[in-house]
């Protein structure tokens, strides 16, 4: 492995069930302290990739390793371990609803380290700061907006500081304001803490704005292709033409499979 | 006839599957209480979020059945000259009985679901996922404690419907009815026994804390993460939890009350 790679995931294949598999053999190396996007459609395990990094789920085969551990979701330790160092922004947040906006970001602080209470109120109006949303820290989570809540979320993602931080779907949903807003926060808060960065989106443009690295990934689990943003977008690839272009036709089709439409309407051929 | 077979034996399989599965979260769940039992203040404000919303739904209900046992009792002892044990039988039926019981049906419905609801939302909001991706157990951050507060506020609350009741037979029995009040109030300081009586009625309703709370958690927690399962979760969980206490009640009753 190489030495700046500090998530590996390696022939990994995934499945909820045996039926149907979401990851085919899938290869990626994550560098340290870069933003690496993964794009692709709704669907085709962008998600579930994030969760294996997570050890929520186990490889049915293949390996996910962590700055060179594996993650092991039956060793329950050293899982917890790896988690410590993962921050973790999810699409809409997933902020606790029973807490205010300081008490959400203060919630990692008050659970794993034995600081006093002036000294997490200090952190985390630093953090709420570092999102432009001091001044909402006692709010109560019913009262932000979406594009408030994926920031606050952001916010307790990095209040242990960690070294990898992983965003799931950041843009969906968000004006354009809160989406350049939050495109900006990444990459910055990568730049200023030299944190590990993976961006799942399915916004072409604003991943690529902000990351040094991408992987694009189609429907059945697949990895189509991966490189910087701009050799991205030079690809003669059909497949990754489309999906950076955003054409309707093409591998990808448009038409779900089904029997011609001169059959389906009873039309003498 | 072989596909009649099949499907009693696959239902069979699965409701085996799916009570073995109920234990092993159960015995998580007591894993993770004495976790809870280190960070009290979790308990504490569970506690007020299921005990003290439960507080006028149980008291109404105590006085309306207290007022109600009174007058049915008060007419079926007449006719034998017996309305002198009146405050007794009111007594026992609600200490032993009723207050357990009635009250665990009430918990089931109010603070029960409101438990399966909460849990099965924060899974459909991935704040389960969220605290698991922290390096935070939901099973102690969230489950343990709302048990154990599940567990001490469904005595608390029995006790509480049984005093009310008592004071709504009062009320019926002797400012309306007439019963003598030193009467009614001797005969159930002479024959009710604290360890018999009102002690078993505890020990029971703290069994059916226990119960009433591991299913309205589990429900939540094994909720398919969409609103039709939230809602369906809800539903099963008073079902559920009524039908266990009714059952266990039975067993309770014939295991505490066996001899005369």
Known sequence: MNSE??????????????????????????????????????????????????????PQQG????????????????????????????????????????????????????L???????????????????????????????????????????????????????????DPISMGVTANLIRRLNDATGAT????????????EIADYAYLMAAGGRVVAGGRPEELADSDDPEVRQFIRG????PVRFHYPAMPIAQALGVPQ | MIAVVESIGRRTLAAFSALGHAAFFFMDL?????????????????????????????????????????????????????????????????????????????????????????????????????????????RSRVLAPRFLAGILSMPILAILYSAVGILGAWLVAVKLIGVDPGNFWSIMQARVDVFRDVGNGIVKSAVFGVICTAVALYQGYETQATPEGVAYATTRTVVFSSLSV???DFILTAWMFSTP
Do not use: W
């Not at chain 1, 054409?247 to 093409?250: A, K, Q, V």
């Open chain 1, 5 to 58: 790679t500090f998530i590996d995931i390696d022939h990994v294949t995934f499945g909820y069930d045996a039926s149907r598999t979401i990851l085919r053999d899938v290869s990626m190396r994550f560098a340290r302290g870069k933003v690496t996007a993964i794009l692709g459609g709704s669907g085709c395990g962008k998600t579930t990739l994030l969760r294996l990094i997570g050890g929520v789920y186990r």
């Open chain 1, 63 to 114: 390996k996910v390793t962590f700055d060179g551990e594996l993650v092991d979701p039956r060793n329950r330790e050293r899982l917890y371990a790896i988690r410590r160092r993962l921050g973790m922004l999810f699409q809409f947040g997933a902020l606790f609803t029973d807490l205010s906006v300081f008490d959400n970001v203060a919630f990692p602080l008050r659970e794993h380290m034995a």
């Open chain 2, 246 to 248: 009714l059952a266990m």
């Open chain 2, 30 to 138: 007591l894993r993770h209480v004495p976790g809870a039992l280190r960070r009290f203040s979790l308990v504490i404000a569970q506690m007020h979020a299921i005990g003290y919303n439960s507080l006028v739904i149980i008291t109404a209900s105590g006085v309306a059945v207290g007022c109600v046992l009174a007058l049915q009792m008060y007419y079926a002892l007449v006719p034998y000259g017996a309305s002198e044990s009146l405050g007794l039988v009111v007594n026992l039926s609600l200490v032993r009985e009723l207050g357990p019981v009635v009250t665990a049906l009430l918990f089931a419905g109010r603070a029960g679901t409101a438990l399966t609801a909460e849990i099965g939302l924060m899974k459909a909001g991935e704040q389960l996922s969220a605290m698991e991706l922290m390096a935070v157990d939901p």
């Open chain 1, 116 to 174: 006093s209470e002036s000294m997490i109120r200090d952190i985390v109006l630093m953090k709420l700061q570092a999102v432009g949303l001091r001044g909402a820290a006692q709010l109560r989570i019913s009262e932000v907006s979406g594009g408030m809540a994926r920031r606050i979320a952001l916010a307790r993602a990095i209040a242990l500081d960690p070294e990898v931080i992983m965003y799931d779907e950041p843009f969906a949903g968000l």
């Open chain 1, 247 to 250: 054409e309707p036709d093409g």
């Open chain 1, 197 to 208: 960065s993976l961006v799942v989106s399915h916004d072409v443009k604003e991943c690529f």
